[in-house]
């Protein structure tokens, strides 16, 4: 049973920093994907920053500059550091994977979601 476990989130002051953990357990067969989304009230969910197995990177503009996506591959974990935060930053941040999974002698690549975290900032 794959699963993503996301910490790190909570409370910072704007202009602060914050860091997020995502680790995978699980019978990884290959990392295609490591992303971070995020929710806020009465929004929909948005793309925050992603990771690709060529380890290329991608950034939402409002955090291009502020917050930075990185993977320990060792690890099947995903990071997200955010600088300069933002009270538009606060939301609850998502963790998203896709692995291909071996399951019955065949592969197939599957989504995944963390439970989510709040990062809330504040004043």
């Known amino acids: 049973q794959v699963q993503l476990v996301e910490s790190g989130g909570g409370m910072a002051q704007p202009g602060g920093s914050l860091r997020l953990s995502c680790a995978a357990s699980?019978?990884?067969?290959?990392?295609?994907?490591m992303a971070w989304y995020r929710q806020a009230p009465g929004k929909q969910r948005e793309l925050v920053a992603d990771s690709t197995s060529g380890d290329s990177t991608n950034y939402a503009d409002s955090v291009k500059g502020r917050f930075t996506i990185s993977r320990d591959n060792a690890k099947n974990t995903v990071y997200l550091q955010m600088t300069s935060l933002k009270p538009e930053d606060t939301a609850v941040y998502y963790c998203?994977?896709?692995?291909?999974?071996?399951?019955?002698?065949?592969?197939?690549?599957?989504?995944?979601w963390g439970q989510g975290t709040q990062v809330t900032v504040s004043s």
């Open positions: 699980g019978r990884i067969f290959n990392v295609n994907v």
């Open positions: 998203y994977a896709k692995f291909s999974i071996l399951r019955g002698g065949i592969l197939n690549d599957y989504d995944y």
